[in-house]
């Protein structure tokens, strides 16, 4: 089954975020390894990255995934891409050195230019970039994302013509947002629509490059583009699809993260949901297993 965590904030050193993780009982988590709104943040020291790593060993967190910040765009040209494609390469070698074996990054925007050509962009920049990063092991996650504007990854389509560009390299995959996929169109709300959802994420490219989930549900309504996220169960998407995910085994040890508002019932309220249902699918699938009987 998945992994359960939520994205935490890294206020105060990386190891904090390790602490905060562990005190919301996270099995996985998520974390920007700096400012998401700047090209270059500050370079943890020595003892910040010992700190993170020997914090996490000492925690219940199995896996951490980082996110990319929101400026960049290997789908665009110039000096953009170009400072893109840099600002990846470092995102890499920092989390090779913090021990964190995925990032998760915004396919980027074709700023109103040809979507064939911004997939070009797209894929001959991740080229360069895991050529200059032959050595370290970390995979991106191009994540799926809801259609606003000329934003790429609104189509499983797109991210098999990537896929295909790069001739499937094995450092390449996907992280699946809930939200984001209802906002483009793909009715996930039911139980038949989150195994089509699945089915089809197989068939493209294969659940083993589904490396990561983003779970929240959606303020806005079904094939609407819109990226609003909201706490589990309180916006269009409902339950069922969160449900079916947290138990589904196919997942195994795939961080599902939440990205829900962080006031409210905040990311404990979340977590609890989810954790009780994994516990009521289990209880199910356990009966189902032995034909009803109690």
């Known amino acids: 089954m998945p992994l359960l965590g939520a994205h935490i904030s890294s206020a105060g050193g ?3 975020a390790v ?27 020595p003892a910040g990255i010992d700190a993170f790593r020997r914090t996490l060993l000492e925690s219940g967190v199995k896996k951490v995934t980082a996110h990319a910040s929101y400026l960049i765009n290997l789908a665009g040209d110039g000096y953009v891409r170009n400072h893109s494609i840099d600002a990846v390469i470092r995102e890499i070698e920092l989390c090779y050195q913090l021990g964190i074996d995925s990032l998760v990054l ?42 606003q504007g000329d934003i790429l990854g609104s189509s499983i389509d797109e991210f098999e013509t990537v896929f295909e560009a790069m001739s499937w390299n094995n450092r390449l995959g996907v992280c699946a947002d809930v939200c984001h996929v209802f906002g483009a169109g793909v009715d996930v709300r039911s139980e038949e629509g989150y195994l089509r959802f699945v089915s089809s994420l197989d068939r493209h490219f294969g659940l083993g490059r589904v490396g990561c989930w983003h779970l929240s549900d959606n303020k806005g309504a079904l094939g609407s583009n819109i990226d609003r996220h909201e706490h589990i ?16 085994e196919r997942f195994a040890d795939t961080p599902a993260i939440l990205e829900t508002p962080k006031e ?4 404990a309220g979340n977590l609890a949901l989810l954790r009780k249902l994994r516990g009521a699918e289990r209880q199910a699938a356990d009966t189902r297993r032995s034909g009803g009987r109690g």
């Open 14 to 16: 990386l190891h904090r």
């Open 19 to 45: 602490e905060r993780a562990s005190a919301l009982g996270c099995e996985a988590m998520q974390i920007f390894t700096h400012n998401p709104l700047q090209w270059q943040g500050k370079t943890p020291s």
């Open 106 to 147: 915004h396919p980027g925007s074709s700023r109103g230019g040809s979507r064939a050509g911004a997939l070009s962009n797209l894929a001959g920049a991740l080229e360069k970039i895991i050529d200059r990063t032959i050595d370290k092991n970390v995979v991106i996650l191009l994540e799926t994302m809801a259609g």
């Open 233 to 248: 169960g309180q916006g269009a998407i409902g339950i069922i699809p969160f449900s079916m995910l947290v138990s589904d």
């Open 264 to 267: 409210g019932v905040g990311d």
